[in-house]
């Protein structure tokens, strides 16, 4: 079986993009174990994840280029 995503309260009055902050109960199969979620707190965990990517792109060419700086070293 799936999981099963469930909204646990109505808001007061929702405007523009206030449903993502709407709390959502997400119940794991097979153990039925229940986490909540939200849509906002889920999109800050995105840009977290692509900040993240975009470091170790950084990190990983200033790498590569110092391997190519150690490499020419030792082969002359």
Known sequence: MADKF?????PAGLESDDWKDVPVAK?????????THNYRKMEEDLANIE???????EQKT???????????????
Request: no cysteine; charged share 35%.
């Open 6 to 10: 469930t909204k646990t309260e109505d």
């Open 62 to 76: 200033a790498l590569v280029a110092e391997m190519a700086k150690v490499k020419t070293a030792a082969e002359a």
């Open 27 to 35: 119940e794991h199969q097979p153990a039925k174990v229940i986490s």
């Open 51 to 57: 900040k993240e990517i975009t470091r170790f792109g």
